[in-house]
């Protein structure tokens, strides 16, 4: 299913998510190395992309959002300023 064709009444993008079910520790690892397990579950996930838009957007601070750790999502706010 494509982000595209979900029916803003009765769907949110989170219902979609490879991680729904899934232990939510493992998207909250202590280090970078525990990280790959969650990263591996969000590169096959269908809404990867609204995911991390939505971690940027919020501003998150911890866990694995959109398949990028805080770390991660840092880097990628600082090359977005730079491109402004």
Known sequence: MSIHQINPDTSKWW?????????????????????????????????????????LTSREKAGVWGGATERDRRRIIRQRRRKD
């Open 15 to 55: 219902d979609l998510g490879a991680c729904r079910g899934l232990d939510a520790a493992i998207f909250y690892p202590d280090d970078e190395a525990e990280a790959q397990a969650a990263k591996s579950v969000c590169a096959s996930c269908a809404v990867q992309s609204t995911c991390l838009d939505y971690a």
